[in-house]
Each structure stands twice: as structure tokens, then as C-alpha cells.
């Protein structure tokens, strides 16, 4: 299964990031600084996703890997099809993350009551 996540739009006002290039980052940050400020235990520094109870959701996604179509800054998870391509090759922490990486996303939309919208596959 593959899926697939947007960042909808946001409503223009000053100082608000609506662009893919807004949202690179200039300055290195570490995961352990950003879980503290969103206020999620982190439970190892290794892991490509945390969340707490309260709804704060953190997915590790380089930027690179995002993409902007109509004024949407999307990416489309693909940690489960590589888990499958995978799967000999992988170690099973590895597959662990990458399945809790698709299924935080599913959850954060479905709590939020917004099903993703689906987008077409860049091609490379």
C-alpha cells in the first residue's frame, strides 16, 4: 500500500510558509530539539516517526523528497513498498520504521478526520 499526504493549503497571511522552497530547511536541527519542542517522548533517537497521546505527530521526510503541485506541498509515502522491495535485505528494526512511519500518517489523518487526497506518482 502505498500513501499518500498533503499539506493543504494555507490561508495567506504574512510570514506563512505556502511554498516547497519556504520549508528548506537553512539550519540544522536534531531530532532530539524537535520532539522536546513539540513536547513527544522520545524513545530512540533512531526511530522516522514519533508521536504522543495529544496528537503531536513528527515524520522524518527530506525535503527533497516533497513535492508542490497547485500551491500543495505533498510527498507520497512510499515506506511500505520499500519495505516490500526490501524485505530479504532489511533488517526488521528497519521494516518496523518504515511500517510505523505509514501507519502514523494514516492515523494522524483519520484522528484529524481528513482521508488523504491522492496525487499522481512523480516519474523519475
Not at 1 to 23: E, H, Q, Y
Not at 51 to 62: C, E, F, Q, R, T
Request: aromatic fraction near 10%; charge should be positive; proline fraction near 5%.
Amino acid at each position: 500500500m502505498i500513501g499518500f499526504v498533503a499539506v493543504p493549503k494555507l490561508p495567506s497571511r504574512k510570514n506563512t510558509m505556502t511554498r516547497l522552497r519556504d520549508l528548506k530547511p537553512t539550519t540544522k536541527q536534531l531530532v532530539r530539539e524537535i520532539t522536546e519542542q513539540l513536547g513527544i517522548e522520545m524513545t530512540t533517537q533512531y526511530d522516522w516517526c514519533f508521536s504522543n497521546p495529544d496528537g503531536a505527530y513528527l515524520v522524518n521526510i527530506w525535503h527533497d523528497n516533497m513535492l508542490e503541485d497547485d500551491g500543495d506541498i505533498y510527498f507520497v509515502d512510499n515506506t511500505s513498498e520499500w519495505s516490500e522491495k526490501n524485505i530479504d535485505t532489511a533488517t526488521q528494526v528497519q521494516l518496523n520504521r518504515a511500517s510505523a512511519v505509514s501507519a502514523l500518517i494514516q492515523k494522524a489523518y483519520y484522528k484529524k478526520g481528513t482521508a488523504p487526497r491522492r496525487y499522481p506518482r512523480r516519474c523519475s
